[in-house]
């Protein structure tokens, strides 16, 4: 899952759901130009920041560098560099070593990132780009107003999603919330932006996010994913 969210807006709040649904006549949008406005809403951000993943006891610090299409994750104890290089049609997850940037192999994306709630997958936002996509209505996180856009994988055998659920916002393409669904129609993974903090100029970003992951149909102990200010 990417990292970072922006939006220029005056307020980037979100707790809960409440419907609004579509005005009387109105057209429900194509879905893959609203996957498009988040894919170009994360190839316009030039940031550097710090932040962490956070779970129980456990805090697992990051460095996360965007530049243009890329986005670079590097962690320590042990070094560990991961890169999304997002594209107009698909997006290439790497792993960058001393011999070079390395494809990761689809065997590895439900593998755990750095044992944390967050999967290879779930980094490599190649639900961005799947074809089958439908817009299913929209919504309001409190005062942001939301397209929830569904997606599924090509084949069922190319990913450990069989579904994932998107909240996106009209005005920004700003990603605030993804439940991913198991190919039994269960919801496995859920993402949502907690809160966010001013950049100034209007401009938000994501300051902390909430991952839960679902155990036997249950919820766990969430986790967090946290950012600190860009560095000056």
């Not at 990292?3 to 649904?21: D, E, T, W, Y």
């Not at 994501?206 to 200010?229: H, N």
């Amino acid at each position: 899952m990417a990292a970072l969210f922006q939006v220029k807006k005056r307020f980037l709040v979100l707790a809960m759901l409440c419907g609004s649904g579509l005005a009387a006549g109105q057209e429900m949008p194509n879905a893959q130009e609203i996957l498009r406005t988040v894919r170009a809403a994360q190839t316009a951000q030039q940031e550097t920041l710090n932040g962490r993943l956070r779970g129980g006891w456990t805090t697992i610090p990051f460095k996360l560098t965007m530049s243009g299409n890329t986005v670079r994750w590097e962690f320590s104890n042990p070094p560990q560099t991961l890169q999304l290089r997002l594209g107009e049609k698909d997006a290439q997850f790497e792993e960058v070593g001393k011999g070079g940037a390395q494809k990761v192999s689809p065997a590895r994306y439900d593998d755990k990132v750095r044992e944390s709630d967050i999967s290879y997958e779930d980094l490599s936002m190649r639900f961005l780009y799947w074809s089958n996509a439908t817009v299913e209505g929209d919504a309001t996180m409190l005062l942001n107003k939301c397209w929830i856009v569904r997606v599924e994988p090509p084949a069922k055998n190319s990913s450990q999603y069989g579904s994932v659920k998107l909240w996106i916002t009209k005005n920004g393409g700003a990603l605030m919330q993804a439940e991913a669904y198991g190919h039994d129609g269960k919801l496995a993974r859920r993402f949502k932006v907690v809160s966010g903090q001013s950049l100034g100029d209007g401009l938000w970003m994501l300051k902390q996010m909430r991952i839960e992951k679902m155990t036997a149909g249950a919820d766990k102990t969430p986790s967090y994913l946290e950012m600190d200010k860009p560095e000056k």
